[in-house]
């Protein structure tokens, strides 16, 4: 995106570097890292990144109305409904797709948002070790706005933390140190002092919850909440007994479960912006755009990609039994931007908002970035291909 780094970075790029730069980050927390991780970090022009800083603080305006949450109450069913409901989300994430407009100049577009945390720990400690094996100049930064390591650190523990010692804030997953993200866990506990805990290890007394820590039974007085409901319901057989955390418990939550609902791709049809592809409720969709190959259909709350139809047909669309459920977006067409050994790469990045209790409005914290050679985002679209996976996107200040 910034040819003279770019050149730079290939001409300097060396696999055996690359290993070397993978063994060394592994070293932290052997083998938990499972998913690819990409050869090249991304270099950010100062006018992109303002692009994408400035539909993002476009939807924070629609999130900061007072109707948002009347706007999205339908999105949270019934059943997963849990008490104790804050007025904002405490993480929020944005994903744009680097695009090129008609006149071939760099565009953001916004493919998906949501209010619940991602790598927010590993993305510390993965970029801050690339300078140590890559170029990476001095005034480009992972970090947003006026974040620096040591401002940023400091925000996420109060982010995370609240009003509390780490003792008594749990990061709460299913089997937290199976996930693909363990990773981010641990550099979480490392950061924060908190401890991964799954569900299954809660212990209720009436309206309080503790955990085992060091062998000894501790209240939980904050969670920072990283389970997905999707993913729980799926696996209760599994799980067998576990607490129940739609209950009324005498507990804070970071950021509250309802938010992953509120702000999702529910949110798409709301955002009116020209950054923004056209999306639509499918249960409002009266007639279907004569060119229904320019659009993408997404089931409203899977996660990771999962159910997305790319090549929609119309009979894809008549076998939903639950329209109300499902968003027809305009399809996004992102730029081989950037330029890889063999042939270029597409580019998604994801901006990383931190919302402190008793700020009036986010800030925009960190980030991370997926290349990508084939149809999607995703393993399943990028297997056997090199200069893909996760990465880094480094901002020109």
């Avoid at 001409?11 to 290993?19: D, K, L, V």
């Avoid at 938990?32 to 400035?54: N, Q, Y």
Wanted: hydrophobic share 40%; proline share 8%.
């Amino acid at each position: 995106m910034e040819p003279a780094l770019r050149k730079a970075f290939n001409e300097a790029f060396r696999t055996a570097t690359f290993q070397a730069f993978l063994k060394d980050l592994d070293s932290a927390h052997p083998a938990s890292i499972p998913f690819r991780l990409a050869e090249t970090p991304v270099f950010v022009p100062k006018s992109f990144g303002a692009k994408m800083i400035e539909v993002c603080e476009y939807i924070i305006d629609l999130i900061a109305d007072p109707n948002f949450k009347s706007l999205t109450e339908k999105s949270i069913p019934a059943a997963e409904k849990v008490p104790g409901e804050n007025d904002h989300p405490h993480m929020m994430v944005f994903d744009f797709a680097v695009c090129l407009d008609s006149n071939r100049d760099l565009e953001p577009r916004l493919i998906e948002l949501q209010g619940f945390p991602s790598l927010y720990a590993f993305q510390v400690f993965y970029p801050d070790l690339i300078p140590k094996y890559f170029p990476v100049p001095e005034n480009h930064s992972q970090y947003l706005g006026a974040f620096d390591r040591d401002s940023y650190i400091k925000e996420l523990r109060s982010v995370i933390l609240g009003t509390f010692p780490p003792e008594h804030v749990i990061l709460l997953e299913i089997k937290p140190l199976e996930q693909k993200t363990a990773i981010d866990f641990y550099f979480t506990r490392d950061l924060i002092g908190i401890e991964p805990v799954c569900i299954t290890e809660l212990i209720r007394e009436g309206r309080s919850l503790f955990y085992m820590r060091k062998g000894i039974k501790t209240p939980v007085k904050r969670i920072y909440n990283r389970v997905i409901f999707d993913e729980l319901n799926a696996r209760k057989k599994e799980l067998g007994d576990f607490v129940d955390i739609t209950q009324d418990l005498d507990v804070e939550w970071a950021p509250h479960p309802s938010w992953f609902y509120r702000i999702s791709k529910f949110t798409l049809p709301l955002i009116r912006h020209p950054y923004a592809p056209e999306s639509f409720f499918l249960d409002e969709v009266t007639q279907l755009p004569e060119d229904l190959h320019n659009y993408v259909l997404k089931p409203l709350f899977s996660f990771g990609g999962q159910g997305v139809i790319i090549d929609i047909k119309k009979e894809d669309i008549l076998r939903i039994q639950d329209p109300a459920h499902w968003i027809l977006q305009k399809k996004v067409h992102y730029a081989d931007i950037i330029k890889t050994p063999d042939r270029p790469a597409k580019v998604e990045i994801r901006i990383m908002y931190l919302w402190k209790d008793g700020d009036a409005r986010p800030k925009p914290a960190i980030n991370l970035a997926r290349l990508s050679k084939g149809k999607m985002i995703g393993v399943s679209y990028n297997a056997d291909k090199e200069w893909v996976g996760g990465s880094v996107a480094f901002f020109e200040k």
